[in-house]
């Protein structure tokens, strides 16, 4: 079945800087890859996703980027802020309505 | 729209206890999706229901875990005896039938002592 690889498990930048998360994928059949963010003790939110037709999607200061020749995507946060402090977790899926499957996730921690 | 709605939000209890938790999925949503979250950890796929079928339970420990979505719409998962190791927040999920991306529930925090 698929397996989803994330790194680094933590990660700290100060105010401004940018952030980068990498995620690899097993399952060539894969084809989403949203991204999620947990604050402490809240329930995940989708942040940004990217389907395997494109190679790169942006929102303000959040991006991903896909590989699929590599099997690997990519979430980068720009001009980072306090409030970007939480756990990020990447996913994979194959065709939509399959379960996602998620990385280990990555704490990120800005400090102002 | 509302969420989709978890309860309890808390629950302790004792090793070899039973437990039983709720979810009501956003309306419409199909599909349903439970997940084990242990702490530090990312969310584990335990069952995927879609209407009252079961879709994929490959992960769900069957000798203590079960689940049922009787009329399609809500569901229950139930642990039945506890261990310590199943200490950890249970999400559930839902999503229209065959679109991409689910909303996540608040989850129910179950500490096993």
Redesign the interface.
């Known amino acids: 079945?698929e397996n989803?690889e994330?790194h680094p498990s933590t990660l700290s930048v100060q105010e401004g800087d940018s952030a980068v998360i990498k995620c690899t994928y097993s399952d060539s059949a894969s084809n989403?890859f949203?991204w999620y963010k947990q604050e402490l003790g809240?329930?995940?939110?989708?942040i940004i996703?990217i389907?395997s037709n494109v190679g790169e999607k942006k929102d303000q200061r959040i991006a991903v980027t896909l590989n699929k020749t590599a099997k690997h995507f990519s979430l980068h946060i720009t001009e980072t802020q306090p409030e970007d402090s939480a756990v990020y977790?990447c996913?994979a899926?194959k065709p939509?309505?399959?379960?996602?499957?998620?990385?280990?996730?990555t704490t990120l921690s800005v400090s102002s | 729209e509302a969420g989709v709605a978890q309860s309890p939000r808390y629950k302790i209890i004792e090793k070899r206890q039973s437990v039983a938790f709720w979810c009501n999925p956003i309306s419409g949503h199909a599909?349903l999706?439970w997940y084990q979250q242990i702490l530090?950890?990312?969310?584990?796929?335990l069952i995927?229901f879609?209407n009252n079928g079961v879709?994929?339970d490959?992960q769900l420990p069957k000798d203590r875990f079960s689940a049922e979505r009787l009329k399609g719409v809500d569901s229950t998962l139930k642990i039945q005896p506890a261990k310590l190791e199943d200490s950890a927040v249970y999400?559930c999920a839902s999503?229209f039938?065959?679109?991409?991306?689910?909303?996540?529930?608040?989850?129910t925090r179950l500490t096993v002592v």
């Open positions: 079945g989803v994330q989403y949203p809240k329930r995940p939110q989708l996703d389907r977790f996913a899926s939509a309505g399959t379960a996602l499957i998620f990385g280990k996730g | 599909t999706y530090g950890q990312g969310p584990k796929l995927q879609q879709v994929d490959s999400l999503s039938q065959g679109r991409y991306g689910y909303t996540f529930g608040s989850g």
